[in-house]
């Protein structure tokens, strides 16, 4: 029973499309984040929500939206995708703010 | 503007050898200091923490030291295995921040 699970784990589109990720803890944590990983390998906060009110919220187009159900539940939506949005995207969740963070497998996004 | 550097972007090293990856930090203030591992396709897992408080934490094969002085922790591995080789990011956070800052990682490669 995978801690952190992603959806999905690949995902090739077109510039210009409309898509989401999906991400779900079952740790029972009560904050919840989003990170890119670029070509750099440079790992990069982009959001976080605590008891699904959004905390964190970094210089991120805003073409990105992040949406907390509730607080096992962190979803991604990415409007007009470009090609520079390709990266791999990792969801993590942890209970004690930046410590003891529980990643997700990632998803790799390739924008066409 | 990073504020973790990993300057060396891969490691070899021999199976039985010592392992030691470096991490310098820019800010005084970062409390925590944690060590991960990633696998290709696979998220990054916690390996390893140290509190600014302390100077050395010791897990089996793998030590942490912090020299707070020169903004610099390092990670060693004694000995390496091949189950080793994969990529290690170091990450620093504050008390009361939610969000982990990554260095880009080093790439350990342990040959047999």
């Known amino acids: 029973d995978t801690a952190v699970s992603q959806t999905p784990k690949y995902l090739v589109t077109q510039m210009g499309n409309d898509k989401s990720i999906k991400c779900e803890q079952n740790?029972?944590?009560?904050?919840m984040y989003w990170y890119k990983q670029d070509s750099k390998k440079f790992l990069k906060i982009m959001f976080s929500?605590?008891?699904?009110?959004?905390?964190i919220n970094e210089t991120v187009p805003n073409r990105f939206s992040p949406k907390s159900p509730d607080k096992a539940h962190l979803n991604l939506h990415i409007n007009s995708l470009e090609l520079g949005d390709s990266a791999v995207y990792f969801c993590?969740?942890?209970?004690?703010?930046?410590?003891?963070?529980?990643f997700g497998s990632g998803t790799r996004l390739t924008v066409v | 503007d990073q504020q973790v550097k990993q300057n060396s972007p891969s490691l070899s090293v021999q199976e039985g050898r010592i392992s030691i990856l470096n991490c310098d930090y820019t800010?005084?203030?970062?409390?925590?200091f944690l060590w991960y591992k990633k696998y290709p396709a696979e998220g990054p897992t916690f390996l390893i923490s140290?509190?600014?408080?302390?100077d050395k934490n010791e897990d089996g094969r793998f030590t942490v030291f912090l020299n707070k002085s020169a903004k610099h922790l390092s990670l060693h591995i004694v000995p390496s295995q091949p189950g080793d080789s994969a990529v290690y990011f170091c990450?620093?956070?504050?008390?009361?921040?939610?969000?982990?800052?990554f260095g880009a990682g080093t790439t350990v490669t342990v040959r047999a």
């Open positions: 929500y605590n008891n699904k009110e959004l905390i």
């Open positions: 140290i509190s600014s408080i302390k």
């Open positions: 993590a969740s942890s209970q004690q703010g930046g410590y003891g963070y529980t």
């Open positions: 990450a620093v956070s504050s008390a009361n921040d939610y969000k982990l800052s």
């Open positions: 800010n005084s203030m970062f409390d925590y």
């Open positions: 740790l029972g944590h009560d904050t």
